[in-house]
Every structure is written in C-alpha cells, then in structure tokens.
C-alpha cells in the first residue's frame, strides 16, 4: 500500500521520529466511532505550516484527519 504525500508533506512526516510516528497513527480522534482509532490508507498534505494527514478510521472506514504542528 503506497501513502500518497505531497513533496513538502514527505519533508515534513520524514522529520518525525519512527516512534513519534506511530504514535501519531495510532491516536486520531474518529467522530463516529466517538474514540481514539488509527488512521489508515492516509496522505499527507501541508496546510498553513502544519502537515495534515486524511484517512480511514481503522475501526469504521470512516474519514479521519490528524494535524501535526511544525514545531
Ligand atoms: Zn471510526
């Protein structure tokens, strides 16, 4: 399964450490499960100055989207 990223995006998500990473995959908040779940079949996009991933909820196929802040 390929992730699709934008250039900047790829930039971005390869600053994240490997464990920081998993992490963040895997405490995205679902609207509709009402809970924490993964996200997964992601991209990456950069919006403003912070990387944006959208994707499934693991869970219920639903949309999820994580924010990553560029610190
Ligand atoms: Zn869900």
Do not use: S
């Not at 509709?32 to 919006?47: D, L």
């Amino acid at each position: 399964m390929t992730h699709t990223f934008t250039p900047e995006a790829q930039r971005l998500w390869d600053a994240v450490p490997p464990l920081q990473k998993t992490q963040i995959l895997n405490n995205v908040w679902c609207g509709a499960c009402r809970t924490v779940t993964t996200i997964v079949h992601y991209t990456g996009k950069v919006g403003g100055t912070d990387l944006v991933l959208e994707g499934e909820c693991e869970r219920c196929g639903g949309k999820v989207a994580r924010l990553i802040e560029n610190e």
